[in-house]
């Protein structure tokens, strides 16, 4: 089992930075892929980012091209995500999530992609 704890989060003002830290421990050797997803209130939870460890392939949403960078260390279990140029639309909690396989595009963009998942934490942008 997968545990993922993500830090990071808080009040930032439109464009600004923050990035986000995701901790993973426990059965980490299954985890082929780290994604980070968001849920802003009342809407669904979407897909951000996503990376795979081996070779570092990586895969965004349109949305966060350009502003975002997903990036992991493997030595610490830890997946990063550096967040530029915020946008009040960016304010979401945050979730990062561990896959046990990689594709580009198509499913892992999906929630059930994803094996394990963290608690999330707050992202807040203000205008």
């Known amino acids: 089992q997968v545990q993922l704890v993500e830090s990071g989060g808080g009040l930032v003002q439109a464009g600004g930075s923050l990035r986000l830290s995701c901790a993973a421990s426990?059965?980490?050797?299954?985890?082929?892929?780290m994604g980070w997803f968001r849920q802003a209130p009342g809407k669904e939870r979407e897909f951000v980012a996503a990376?795979?460890?081996?070779?570092?392939?990586?895969y965004y949403a349109d949305s966060v091209k350009g502003r975002f960078t997903i990036a992991r260390n493997s030595a610490k279990n830890a997946v990063y995500l550096q967040m530029n140029n915020l946008k009040p639309g960016d304010t979401a909690v945050y979730y990062c999530?561990?896959?046990?396989?990689?594709?580009?595009?198509?499913?892992?963009?999906?929630?059930?992609?994803?094996?394990?998942w963290g608690q999330g934490t707050q992202v807040t942008v203000s205008k």
């Open positions: 990376i795979k460890w081996s070779g570092g392939s990586t």
């Open positions: 426990g059965g980490t050797f299954s985890s082929v892929s």
């Open positions: 999530a561990s896959a046990s396989r990689w594709s580009l595009g198509g499913r892992i963009v999906d929630t059930g992609f994803y094996d394990y």
